[in-house]
């Protein structure tokens, strides 16, 4: 995204009102945070089903359901956000 002149795009996407309130937060820093930690977290969960010996482990379906939904606001967070710089050229 730097090459759109977009350096900090998940500071920008924690202000999106969606996105905040799937956390229960206000605060855009909260948001910021709260994202990087939930990526994190989807990809250590990803990386320890893909790399596991016997490839049985799992998640319930609750947990799948709510990291698509959280890919979801962050796709619609991120697709706001750069309309709004793309807009302002």
Known sequence: ??????????????????????????????CHIRTKTKW???YDRRNET????GGTTGFA????FDYIEFLELVAESMKVTVRRIISAW
Do not use: C, P, Q, W
């Not at 759109?4 to 905040?20: P, Q, W």
């Not at 893909?50 to 010996?53: A, E, R």
């Not at 379906?61 to 799948?64: G, H, K, N, R």
């Open 1 to 30: 995204m730097a090459r759109l002149g977009i350096s900090k795009l998940i500071e920008t996407m924690a202000e999106n009102v969606k996105l905040k309130a799937y956390f229960g937060v206000t605060k855009k820093e909260d």
């Open 40 to 42: 994190i977290e989807f």
């Open 50 to 53: 893909v790399h596991s010996l």
């Open 61 to 64: 379906i609750e947990v799948i």
